[in-house]
């Protein structure tokens, strides 16, 4: 069987610090907070450089919406 070909991300897809806490309302630093406690969007470092996937961005907000303000994070719906 042939060896499955490695996911690679598309230009398009890939977004900076500033654009991402942008989307986040929040701070640069506010989004390191996050990847330093681990409860942001999934990330990659290559380097000393952070990005992230705006796939995995949309998969973070997506995972934190709520109906009500009583809801858990993540809740299923």
């Given amino acids: 069987m042939p060896a499955e070909a490695p996911v690679v991300a598309r230009a398009d ?22 990847r330093h406690r681990g409860t942001g969007p999934r990330f990659i470092k ?12 949309r998969s973070y907000l997506d995972a934190n919406t709520c109906q009500r ?6 809740a299923v719906v």
């Fill in 13 to 34: 897809d890939i977004a900076l610090p500033p654009q991402v806490a942008k989307v986040l309302d929040t701070s640069l630093a506010g989004l390191a907070q996050m």
């Fill in 46 to 57: 290559r380097g000393h450089r952070v990005l992230y996937r705006w796939s995995d961005v």
């Fill in 69 to 74: 303000t009583d809801d858990p994070r993540g």
